[in-house]
């Protein structure tokens, strides 16, 4: 499978299965639509495939020296055809996809738990507009995790780890510095038992940052391998979205207290995260916002939401969404000459490694590699289940007892959903997010289109970011 595509000015091609990555010009890139057709042996048949070329009635173009389009001649052609003919040969063209069987082999491997989601509180001072947990709630109550049922989830992680050394514990709510005593105390007992288990945790904290203060970051900084401060970008998008209880707005509380954070931990290992909704269409300046206010570690994601609410993405939306994408691609390669680069999270991909082909293939391991734990210990496959009864998979004191539920979720990759068949980007996004393909089709093996189209935009542009300073850095040399 092959994807082609323009985008600020560059002719990108993307071999699927191969992940290769070919910068081309006009003619390569136009020359490439008679292969679609051509079945494997043909491909490789240069006499065919100019032929038809000659014959098409289509006007073939190519760049000059001076990067002007002129008409290519038949000699050009020749050459082009046997430039891509030796990229089939040589395995970076139309090339067979070899997962599908390693998919078998990962499933017949024993299932260990590898990071836990604790949901230290279940209460939240806030009072976002577009917040899946109902203020804190979850579809339940408002309750903190006690250090007990914690310290139990941190036993149950070790227990079901297998070998694993390195292990994944998110501290999340509601806002989980409403219990930050058990936090810290958790952290405690966590670090009391890596030796003997021969285990590393690796704990994330994500905040609305309200509760910061000096004695937390310290702490942070010390003990969390990342930290997730949201805010969703101008003060005004961020204040209408994100209230306190209360109705006051929240930036001017957040702001100061997230860039003094930001900076005492070297402007790495955090995110600012923020939500965009039907309500700030033109993201991109809440983006750039956040990278003018100095941050450098910057995610703002599409808010997932019922199609009545009124802050929902539509499709009517998408080609704004698309564009604003681009927007920002382009702004941030500018930015990047001019020595003020920023990450942006959706932007980062590995074209070289990458996750491994299990992840590639299955995903974050939502309801086996990863669980989310409530207040009172039960297990769920990840925050965003939390709270539908038909998705508890057991509990910290018993572990994992609707086994053939965490099976399907195991069982749930690339290759068990329709859309991602044909899809480009399924070794990127791996299938996309499980629940989001439950609340939108009822199935964890459908697909939320909307969200596709935005994940394919942005798996665009990422490539399209990484072959503009590959070219900027030949072009150095």
Same mark, same amino acid.
């Given at each position: 499978?092959?994807?082609?595509?323009?985008?600020?000015?560059?002719?990108?091609?993307?071999?699927?299965?191969?992940?290769?990555?070919?910068?081309?010009?006009?003619?390569?890139?136009?020359?490439?639509?008679?292969?679609?057709?051509?079945?494997?042996?043909?491909?490789?048949?240069?006499? &065919? *495939?100019?032929?038809?070329?000659?014959?098409?009635?289509?006007?073939?173009?190519?760049?000059?020296?001076?990067?002007?389009?002129?008409?290519?001649?038949?000699?050009?052609?020749?050459?082009?055809?046997?430039?891509?003919?030796?990229? *089939?040969?040589?395995?970076?063209?139309?090339?067979?996809?070899?997962?599908?069987?390693?998919?078998?082999?990962?499933?017949? +491997?024993?299932?260990?738990?590898?990071?836990?989601?604790?949901?230290?509180?279940?209460?939240?001072?806030?009072?976002?507009?577009?917040?899946?947990?109902?203020?804190?709630?979850?579809?339940?109550?408002?309750?903190?995790?006690?250090?007990?049922?914690?310290?139990?989830? &941190?036993?149950? &992680?070790?227990?079901?780890?297998?070998?694993?050394? $390195?292990?994944?514990?998110?501290?999340?709510?509601?806002?989980?510095?409403?219990?930050?005593?058990?936090?810290?105390?958790?952290?405690?007992?966590?670090?009391?038992?890596?030796?003997? $288990?021969?285990?590393?945790?690796?704990?994330? =904290?994500?905040?609305?940052?309200?509760?910061?203060?000096?004695? *937390?970051?310290?702490?942070?900084?010390?003990?969390?391998?990342?930290?997730? !401060?949201?805010?969703?970008?101008?003060?005004?998008?961020?204040?209408?979205?994100?209230? %306190?209880?209360?109705?006051?707005?929240?930036?001017?509380?957040?702001?100061?207290?997230?860039?003094?954070?930001?900076?005492?931990?070297? +402007? %790495?290992?955090?995110?600012?995260?923020?939500?965009?909704?039907?309500?700030?269409?033109?993201?991109?300046?809440?983006?750039?916002? !956040?990278?003018?206010?100095?941050?450098?570690?910057?995610?703002?994601?599409?808010?997932?939401?019922?199609?009545? @609410?009124?802050?929902? !993405?539509? @499709?009517?939306?998408?080609?704004?969404?698309?564009?604003?994408?681009?927007?920002?691609?382009?702004? %941030?390669?500018?930015?990047?000459?001019?020595?003020?680069?920023?990450?942006?999270?959706?932007? %980062?991909?590995?074209?070289?490694?990458?996750?491994?082909?299990?992840?590639?293939?299955?995903?974050?391991?939502?309801?086996?590699?990863?669980?989310?734990?409530?207040?009172?210990?039960?297990?769920?496959?990840?925050?965003?289940?939390?709270?539908?009864?038909?998705?508890? =998979?057991?509990?910290?004191?018993?572990?994992? +007892?609707?086994?053939? &539920?965490?099976?399907?979720?195991?069982?749930?990759?690339?290759?068990?959903?329709?859309?991602?068949?044909?899809?480009?980007?399924?070794?990127?996004?791996?299938?996309?997010?499980?629940?989001?393909?439950?609340?939108?089709?009822?199935?964890?093996?459908?697909?939320?289109?909307?969200?596709?189209?935005?994940?394919?935009?942005?798996?665009?542009?990422?490539?399209?970011?990484?072959?503009?300073?590959?070219?900027?850095?030949?072009?150095?040399?």
């Amino acid at each position: 499978m092959v994807h082609r595509y323009l985008n600020n000015g560059y002719y990108i091609v993307l071999d699927v299965n191969s992940g290769s990555v070919h910068n081309v010009d006009k003619l390569v890139y136009d020359l490439l639509e008679i292969y679609e057709e051509l079945s494997d042996e043909n491909k490789l048949n240069q006499n &065919l *495939i100019v032929s038809k070329a000659l014959n098409s009635g289509f006007k073939y173009e190519m760049s000059d020296d001076d990067g002007k389009l002129v008409p290519a001649g038949e000699e050009d052609i020749k050459e082009a055809v046997g430039e891509i003919t030796e990229l *089939i040969k040589g395995g970076m063209l139309y090339t067979k996809d070899v997962y599908e069987n390693a998919i078998e082999k990962f499933l017949e +491997q024993p299932s260990l738990v590898k990071a836990l989601c604790l949901h230290i509180a279940h209460d939240c001072n806030l009072r976002c507009k577009y917040c899946f947990a109902e203020e804190g709630e979850y579809h339940g109550r408002r309750c903190l995790m006690s250090y007990e049922t914690g310290k139990k989830a &941190l036993d149950f &992680l070790v227990a079901n780890s297998g070998v694993r050394k $390195n292990l994944e514990v998110d501290f999340f709510g509601g806002e989980p510095l409403m219990n930050f005593k058990v936090v810290k105390d958790l952290v405690r007992y966590g670090r009391s038992i890596e030796k003997e $288990n021969n285990k590393r945790f690796r704990f994330t =904290l994500t905040t609305n940052g309200t509760y910061l203060n000096d004695e *937390i970051m310290e702490f942070a900084n010390k003990e969390m391998s990342n930290l997730v !401060l949201s805010i969703d970008g101008r003060k005004e998008v961020n204040d209408a979205m994100r209230p %306190m209880a209360g109705g006051k707005g929240t930036y001017d509380i957040i702001v100061p207290k997230f860039i003094k954070a930001a900076n005492s931990r070297d +402007q %790495m290992n955090y995110y600012v995260r923020g939500t965009y909704t039907h309500f700030n269409l033109d993201f991109s300046e809440d983006v750039l916002h !956040l990278a003018d206010l100095g941050f450098k570690q910057i995610s703002v994601e599409p808010v997932v939401a019922p199609k009545d @609410e009124a802050y929902a !993405l539509k @499709e009517e939306d998408l080609p704004i969404l698309l564009e604003q994408y681009d927007i920002l691609a382009k702004e %941030m390669l500018k930015r990047s000459k001019e020595g003020r680069a920023f990450n942006f999270f959706h932007f %980062m991909i590995d074209l070289d490694g990458g996750p491994c082909v299990y992840k590639r293939l299955s995903g974050c391991g939502a309801g086996c590699e990863y669980l989310a734990v409530t207040p009172w210990g039960d297990l769920y496959p990840c925050h965003q289940f939390v709270g539908e009864e038909q998705f508890k =998979l057991g509990d910290v004191d018993n572990g994992i +007892q609707k086994t053939e &539920l965490s099976k399907q979720f195991r069982g749930s990759n690339v290759y068990t959903k329709e859309k991602c068949q044909n899809c480009f980007a399924k070794f990127y996004c791996s299938g996309g997010c499980a629940a989001n393909s439950y609340h939108f089709s009822g199935s964890i093996n459908g697909s939320y289109d909307v969200g596709c189209e935005l994940q394919k935009k942005r798996i665009e542009c990422a490539i399209m970011m990484k072959v503009a300073k590959m070219e900027e850095e030949e072009n150095e040399e």
